[in-house]
């Protein structure tokens, strides 16, 4: 059983020309209980290492089609360069990536289709987002 206590204030008041210390709770309550229950969610992740081929990298273009293509999938998915993460179906946060070719980014995906968004992802990596 846990036990939580509520510190308590003391307000002093002036009345009749003598001080008496009132607190704002009357005392100090205990509340005690049954400890909450603990709460295991399976999360369905999976990551990879995808290397940008095309020759003008993370471009507006294809960072636009990487966007496009996450929608049909219902997985939270990010892609990081570094210590820089961002949410892939973000156009504006993609560009920030300033990835160019040849940069190795980290895909991870979070959700039930976790394993078809990376396969997804994969093929547009390789297919160098529809452009060359």
């Known amino acids: 059983m846990a036990v939580f206590t509520m510190p308590v204030r003391a307000m002093a008041h002036e009345s009749s020309g003598s001080l008496r210390f009132t607190t704002g709770i009357p005392r100090a309550r205990t509340f005690t209980g049954a400890p909450r229950a603990f709460i295991v969610r399976f999360v369905d992740a999976a990551e990879t290492t995808l290397e940008i081929k ?49 940069t190795k980014l980290k895909a991870r995906a979070e959700g039930s289709d976790a394993q078809e968004v990376l396969s997804a992802l994969r093929s547009l990596f390789e297919s160098r987002f529809g452009e060359e």
Request: no cysteine; net charge positive.
């Open 54 to 102: 095309n020759r003008l990298g993370l471009h507006l273009r294809a960072a636009s089609t990487l966007a496009q293509a996450l929608r049909q999938f219902s997985s939270a998915v990010t892609l990081s360069n570094g210590a820089q993460e961002v949410n892939a179906r973000s156009v504006t946060s993609l560009m920030m990536l300033g990835a160019g070719q040849g």
